[in-house]
DNA sequence: GAATACATGTAAAATGTTACATGATTTT
DNA sequence: AAAATCATGTAACATTTTACATGTATTC
């Protein structure tokens, strides 16, 4: 999947593995990331299948960048799966949940302790999208004509925020019943 | 990650690798899930480490039963990862949404007709777990003196139920901003 | 002086998926 | 007669993570 990703951004513009990097951090990172070095490691492959041809950009007093390009063969395999829907929903993997489902043993204070410490970080989440990354995307759909792409990334961005909405209610709500429990 | 899945379930009752497979598709599937091969090679691996121990129950007419029992070791190792609260948030993969983000180019009534599927699917999801999901456990609270299990087991229902709701108003918001360019 | 950013990558390990294999019994 | 369920597992493959390796330039 990631190889989709990967053509995506080189659909926009040619970029090399650490330049993708920084791309996803501040762009699909809510709702997909990877490591550089599987980015790399994605890259090396995808040109091996022809999705992409790369060259040697020397630097003085920097490495060497290696910058990819999509071939034709890799906008047709990008289109392909953009054409294709989606026919499932994929399965979710929460760790705090597998936690919790088998926590009943466990001292109701070291169970809110955790519920707590995870409120903060989706709470700091929230606030992320509602700020830095909503001005990213509002910056960039006044700087440029691609209106219809911005609105989508847009809708990306309020998938986020909707989610960590979401997280916090349910953390808030099953606070409040381990809290009950100690009465 | 799996194996603390599968020690949670063992520190309960003793089952073989096809009972876990089954227990996990009636109860973690929202939020955490395995194949059946991954289960076999992931029980033997902790039995290598002397997690859990296994005997063969001989069946007439069936296969014979390879039934795994938790180690103190075992009920240690797991007992060491549910103390230890969880310091992160886990990053998600939303294929729909990395899907969407590249889908600019695509005519709109090719992404309405994916998110439109999505909402059916989600819709599907979300009735599963306000109906069987909800009355699985509360039979089960009713059979049995774990109130506090089956209190964290709503929980995790109740977050499968409000991730449905989030991802349909999310879907509802999308169509609706996909249909405006039609205009 | 230490840490971070720039930029590349390899190797090994862990995790997860798909395909294959077996064979009796039960249901459609 | 075909398909599904019960029950086990192996092998191959794909994906992802972690650790290692290098070296300059800039910032704290």
Redesign the interface.
């Known amino acids: 999947?990631l190889k989709?990703?990967l053509l995506?951004f080189l659909?926009y513009l040619s970029a090399s593995g650490y330049d993708l990097k920084q791309l996803m951090d501040v762009?699909?990172?809510?709702?997909?990331?990877a490591k550089q070095s599987q980015i790399y490691t994605t890259l090396k492959k995808l040109e091996g299948e022809g999705m992409v041809v790369s060259h040697v950009e020397p630097q003085e007093s920097r490495p060497n960048r290696r910058v990819y390009q999509i071939t034709e063969a890799g906008q047709a395999h990008?289109r392909e799966?953009?054409?294709q829907?989606?026919?499932?929903?994929?399965?979710?993997?929460?760790?705090?949940?597998?936690?919790?489902?088998?926590?009943?043993?466990?001292d109701p204070q070291?169970i809110l302790?955790?519920l707590r410490?995870?409120r903060n970080?989706?709470q700091a989440?929230l606030e992320k999208y509602q700020t830095a990354t909503r001005d990213v995307i509002s910056q960039f759909a006044a700087s440029t004509d691609?209106a219809?792409?911005a609105?989508?990334?847009e809708?990306?961005r309020?998938?986020g925020e909707?989610?960590e909405?979401?997280f916090i209610?349910?953390l808030d709500?099953?606070i409040a019943?381990v809290e009950g429990?100690e009465a």
């Open positions: 999947m989709y990703a995506g659909n762009s699909t990172s809510n709702f997909w990331h990008l799966w953009l054409d829907p989606l026919m499932v929903i994929e399965p979710r993997k929460e760790t705090l949940l597998l936690k919790l489902f088998f926590s009943a043993q466990l070291a302790t955790q410490l995870q970080l989706h989440d691609m219809d792409d609105q989508l990334w809708a990306a309020r998938f909707l989610y909405e979401m209610r349910w709500e099953t019943l429990w």
